[in-house]
């Protein structure tokens, strides 16, 4: 039978593989312990300063989660965008660029990667994409991005510095409404079947994390959860050398 149809009969014997990533997490002990608490092997973006991410962190590990970093990064100008503590900006000096994403590593001991909050800006340009990748793969982690803008270089950064890495598939709440939350799981579980995997990112919002513990405790056969690591890294090529490399990227040092 054709691999179309078996899916369509529900009958193949290769789950999708569904990886959910709870950004935004920290500042809400209550939410965050809750997004903690979903089942599964789920994804847990930290925002490095809030005030409860140590214990969060800490937490999500002890429960199975994989836990990384939400790095604020900068956006496009805007006025209904909060700037985040510590968020790596375009026109930072380079010491002080490393010093903010030092002070974020050592924040969250428990990463195994990173994610962009917000950063529709930053994550279009090269140089401090390769300069992030650069301290990424200096100590083995994973990048995940959000793709908070069309304009993205992170992924063709992350490959070029051998930074195992995957993408957003689809947000599950950019639009807080039942409907279009149930819509957006629907679209996720398509894409993973279609193509053997995706990822879906949502937040901890009350309406979002009721809709999860429901679905997450009736999950589909053929849905596999999983967490981003296991994709980014499945997915992982060796570096390959840029053909007209940037000197600002090529002779940094990681940050200690």
């Known amino acids: 039978m054709p691999v179309a149809m078996l899916w369509m009969a529900g009958l193949s014997s290769h789950a999708a ?3 959910i990533v709870i ?3 920290g500042y809400s002990q209550q939410l965050g312990l809750r997004a903690l608490h979903l089942p599964g092997s789920l994804t847990i973006a930290v925002l490095p300063f809030a ?3 140590a214990e969060l962190a ?3 590990l002890r429960l199975g ?3 990384i970093i939400h790095q604020p990064m900068e956006p496009q100008p805007s006025p209904t965008v909060k700037e985040e503590a510590g968020t790596l900006k375009l026109n930072m000096r380079e010491e002080e660029f490393d010093q903010v994403l030092s002070q974020a590593l050592a924040a969250v001991p428990q990463r195994s990667g990173m994610s962009n909050h917000t950063g529709s800006l930053l994550t279009a340009h090269h140089l401090p994409m390769a300069r992030l990748m650069w301290q990424l793969s200096s100590r083995g982690l994973y990048f995940l991005d959000s793709r908070t803008t069309a304009q993205t270089v992170a992924v063709d950064m992350a490959e070029r510095m051998g930074v195992p890495v995957v993408r957003r598939d689809v947000f599950l709440d950019h639009h807080r409404n039942p409907r279009a939350i149930h819509l957006a799981f629907e679209q996720a579980l398509a ?11 949502g937040h901890p919002y009350p309406m979002s994390l009721d809709y999860l513990e429901r679905r997450l405790a009736d999950l589909p056969a ?11 890294r499945r997915f992982n090529r060796p570096a390959t050398p840029d053909p007209q490399p940037h000197q600002g ?8």
Request: glycine share 2%.
């Open 51 to 53: 005030p409860y991410t």
């Open 249 to 256: 990227y090529l002779h940094i040092s990681p940050v200690r």
């Open 17 to 19: 593989d569904l990886a």
């Open 65 to 67: 989660k994989d836990v």
């Open 23 to 25: 950004d935004d997490v």
């Open 58 to 60: 800490a937490d999500a």
């Open 191 to 201: 894409t993973a079947r279609r193509k053997g995997y995706a990822v879906l990112i």
């Open 222 to 232: 053929d849905i596999n959860l999983v967490h981003a690591a296991q994709l980014a």
